[in-house]
Each structure stands twice: as C-alpha cells, then as structure tokens.
C-alpha cells in the first residue's frame, strides 16, 4: 500500500525569558551587635544579620572608619533569621515557661521547633537587644510572626531584662557575618556598607 507522513500544526516557541540581572534590592534594616565574648571565637567580635527582598541572593560587607573610604572584608552568601518583637517580654526567670518571646522575621525563611535539650544546650540561641535567649518551641501565629515559648534565658552571662515592642531579634546560626576586631578599635566608631547581589550572584550594586 501507499502512506504518508502524519502533518502536524506547529506553533513556535514562546518560552519566557530570564531576566539575570534583575535589580537586587537594598538589604532589610540588619541588626549589628557586638557579641558577648562567650559565643565568640576572637572575643572581640561584631555580629551582622542581614537580608533582602525575594530577589536578594547575598551581599559583600565593606567597612570605614571615615566614612569615605571603604575596604571589602567579606561576603554574605544567604539571608539570616532577623527582625523585631511584635510585643514586649517582661523580665522573668532563667528557666521562663510563663512569658512568650513573640518576634516578626523581615528576613530569612522561617523559625523551626526545638526540644527541651536544644533549649537548655542553647541549640536555638537568639540575641534580643542585649540578652542571650534560646527557646523550645516555635509557634506560628501569623505571617512570619512567632510566639516562642519555654525560654532559657540570660544566657552566657547576659542580663536578664525586659524588652519593648520593636527590639531587635536576631536567631544566632551559620548565616551571621562576623567580623573580629582588635582593642585598639575599641570605642571607635565603623562605618558599613552592604552591596547586594541578585539570586544569581551578579548584578551588585555600587557602593
């Protein structure tokens, strides 16, 4: 017998484009602390949390001591667990099971659960304006709002203190920027700067 080739309709490709050079964003407000020598490997030690927007990929961290004339010191390769309390937290006993820490991330994904050994092993430790906190469960109350209760507090020697609406909170992990400085920078006042990289590592921004 005799045949022929089936004749399909093509259309042509309408794939989307990929824009790589998209607009990174400013970081979110960071929180900058010095770090109670205890969790510090120098003992002198400046702490950064840092984050941006859903197309923020990371940031280099420059810094001055006139303002002018900035050097880089390094890079921040993922947004860290950061942002204020929702309401104020009284002050309350080393072992706190009364008082819930309630905290609004404006960076980083989210706050998991721990255990009652995390808690007292300081595995979820987090920096609240001062004072050295770790906590056993974390609850979701809103979008990325949470309510953390069985508190360890006063940790590593820090004191134990009532914080206001608005403090900062910052959950201390791998994604904190550390920055060792020496003695004779004590009372000094630094300068820093952070130029954002979109998700695909390029598109930095200028000082």
């Known amino acids: ?25 400013d970081v979110n ?4 602390f010095n770090a109670p020598p205890e969790i510090t490997d120098t ?16 940031c280099y961290v420059w810094i001055s001591e006139d303002g002018n004339t900035y050097k880089r010191i390094g890079a921040v390769q993922g947004p860290a667990r950061h942002g204020l309390l929702r309401n104020a937290l009284p002050a309350g006993l080393t072992t706190d099971t009364v008082n819930t820490l309630a905290v609004e991330l404006v960076g980083g994904s989210q706050l998991g659960n721990g255990t009652q050994s995390d808690a007292t092993n300081l595995n979820t430790l ?19 709002q949470y309510g953390l209760t069985y508190l360890v507090r006063g940790a590593k020697n820090t004191t134990i203190a009532s914080h206001a609406v608005g403090d900062k909170f910052a959950r201390l992990d ?30 930095e921004q200028s000082l």
Do not use: H
Not at 16 to 22: K, T
Not at 29 to 32: D, K, L, Q, T, Y
Not at 184 to 202: A, E, H, L, M, V
């Open 29 to 32: 407000a960071p929180v900058i």
């Open 174 to 203: 791998d994604a904190m920027f550390k920055y060792a400085f020496t003695k004779d920078q004590i009372g000094k006042t630094i300068y820093i700067k952070f130029t954002s990289t979109n998700t695909y590592g390029i598109s």
């Open 126 to 144: 987090c920096w609240v304006d001062g004072e050295l906190i770790a906590y056993q469960t974390a609850t979701l109350t809103g979008a990325k």
């Open 1 to 25: 017998g005799t045949y022929s080739p089936a004749r399909y309709t093509i259309y042509e490709s309408e794939r989307a484009s990929i824009d790589r050079n998209i607009d990174p964003g």
């Open 43 to 58: 003992g002198l030690e400046v702490w950064v949390a840092v984050s941006g927007n859903d197309n923020w990929g990371g």
